[in-house]
DNA sequence: ATAAACTTTCATTATATTTTGAAAGTTCGA
DNA sequence: TCGAACTTTCAAAATATAATGAAAGTTTAT
């Protein structure tokens, strides 16, 4: 397989998995291009290179960069703007992950919460069942969150070694 | 807040966490509904709980069967299907990392492979990047794969209380 | 063999999400 | 202050996804 193959399939691969995981397909791709681009891209190139509209093109990097995946870089003595990827995975995955707690997460902490605090007849299966539902799911959530956190904060060598020589 | 208004709530909360992480909104909601009944439902009293017709509940049900979080149970004497979830929390994380992973995880790691092979100019920076874009999110997604088998094969204390130990 | 009870299918319809592109907005040099 | 270069917006169109419900299929008791 040659280069420019290569590159097309790693896009087409990015994009079906972001779709897959509730990110929209055309901002995995953008981000998938600026991944393997070497050089800051401007809207025109990256407009070109996946044959999206201007307006696409500027609301997706937009979104990009609200997820801290992508920075705006000026060239001295031009106007045009570029796009740039971070290229550290480790710091893709953590901005990820913060990102998604913070959007998903939380806020579903926050409502099982609530409904952990809910009262009623000790008797009542229905009563009984929602309680155990609910109360585990938080605890399970209440897990995951913690780990978010660590992750968030940790350097990936530290993480990686830390959980994998649990599991060895 | 009474029982009647948390159920709801859950039932919502669960739809829409799922429809952010690509998970069909109702059937997410047909398994908070199931996951929130003490007993096994029919088609109609999920039919009439969710408003949803009996086509989408019947397709609903069968994916989350073969998702393995649901099972068909009969009663005796009935000609009826009764549905029922499992309740096990742990046992349910488990399962949804394991067709995850099957399904999504592991054809991309698959691809990430092929790509990692792709020989280039050493010195060709568009190849250069892509190359290690592509190994760096390799190595990251086989660790987060061996982390996830593990995972499935656990049992929840021993699990959680290893993964908190390395965090406090 | 029949019919009632129940389940499944799938073409059609409805809804939700994404994309387009032209117009409006902005910035900057002359 | 003007206009060229560039960016942003957003109503409308296109596309993708999900839901409907009537008809077809299946099972079981008699």
Redesign the pocket.
């Known amino acids: 397989m040659e280069l420019t193959e290569a590159r097309q399939k790693f896009i087409e691969a990015w994009g079906k998995l972001g ?1 897959e995981w509730g ?5 995995a791709q953008v981000h998938a291009l600026l991944l393997i681009s070497p050089e800051a891209l ?3 190139e990256i407009m070109e290179s996946l ?12 979104d990009l960069i609200n997820w801290g995946l992508v920075e705006k870089q000026h060239k001295p003595g ?4 570029y796009f740039f990827a971070d290229k550290d995975v480790w710091n893709i995955a953590r901005q990820v992950a913060k990102e998604r707690r913070k959007r998903e997460l939380d806020p579903v902490i926050k409502i099982l919460d609530e409904l952990s605090k809910v009262q009623g007849d000790a008797k009542d299966p229905a009563f009984k069942t929602f309680n155990k539902s609910v109360t585990d799911i938080n605890k399970l959530a209440k897990n995951v969150d913690k780990t978010l956190e660590t992750m968030i904060k940790a350097d990936e060598n530290w993480f990686w070694s830390s959980v994998l020589k649990i599991f060895k």
Chains 1, 2 share one sequence.
Not at 23 to 27: A, E, P
Not at 78 to 81: G, L, N, S
């Open positions: 779709s990110i929209n397909r055309t901002m401007t809207t025109e044959s999206i509209s201007r307006g696409n093109a500027n609301m997706t990097l937009r031009e106007r045009k703007e």
